[in-house]
């Protein structure tokens, strides 16, 4: 098993808050991506960094924003959040010259 | 962009019985991956395939590519109750972005 983490499992807040979602990896990767997915559905890619001091924007707009550090650490922010935030949010990594990402548990996130 | 299709969108089968699933995508690609996901959990890999490879074996699972097709399958071999899961492809190019379909649901009845 992989050793990415993700903090926390689960959360529920109101409308407005500003949070933020936790992922840390053990295995010494430089790339790691932040997903979103909704049940039964594809995952879509919100951020990815490809070293510390490296973030990019994916293909959807989530209102939020990344930072990296760390090589180990690559938090997840949502300044206000909003009901149609409301999702499971996947963080994941690449060793080195791999293609393999290794995935956390996922946070299931929930906007009221 | 959606790059992996993955068909069918779910599959509901018998223990003991084979499990396919297909996957399509668009652009040329380095490798395709297999994941697969149990309910509210992250994904975890399962066999990689590489452009110039036509067939890989992992235990029960043998995928296949037909790079003229744009095509992948994933065959399940004697499927368990333990098989019940979401299946997903994804394809990547080389800028080390995977690019994930929407997935095979797969219940498998003991």
């Known amino acids: ?6 903090t926390p499992r689960y959360l529920v807040i109101g409308t407005g808050k500003k949070i933020t979602l936790e992922c840390s990896q053990t295995m010494g990767h430089d790339k790691m991506y932040w997903y979103q997915q909704d049940p039964g559905m594809e995952l879509h890619l919100i951020h990815y960094s490809y070293g510390v001091n490296s973030t990019e ?11 990296r550090i760390r090589t180990e650490h690559f938090p997840l922010t949502l300044e206000s959040a909003r009901p149609s935030h409301t ?6 990594s690449i060793e ?8 956390g548990p996922g946070t299931r996130l929930t906007v009221l | 962009s959606q790059q992996g299709e993955e068909d069918p969108q779910a599959l509901s089968i018998q223990e003991g019985e084979n499990a396919t699933m297909n996957c399509s995508y668009k652009t040329s690609i380095n ?11 992250g994904l975890v890999h399962l066999i990689l395939i ?4 036509r067939e890989k074996h992992s235990g029960r699972l043998r995928v296949t590519l037909d790079t ?23 394809t990547e190019g080389g800028s080390y972005i995977p690019t994930f379909g929407r997935g095979t649901s797969l219940i498998v009845h003991p």
């Open chain 1, 57 to 67: 924007k994916g293909d959807l707009s989530s209102e939020s924003t990344v930072s």
């Open chain 1, 96 to 103: 080195g010259r791999g293609t393999t990402q290794f995935f």
């Open chain 2, 50 to 53: 590489r452009s110039n490879e």
């Open chain 1, 1 to 6: 098993e992989a050793d990415i983490y993700q």
């Open chain 2, 68 to 90: 003229s097709k744009k095509s992948s399958s994933l065959l399940i071999t004697a499927s368990r109750a333990a098989d019940t899961a979401s299946y997903f492809c994804a």
């Open chain 2, 31 to 41: 490798n395709l991956q297999w994941y697969r996901q149990n309910s509210g959990r």
């Open chain 1, 87 to 92: 999702s499971q949010y996947l963080c994941a």
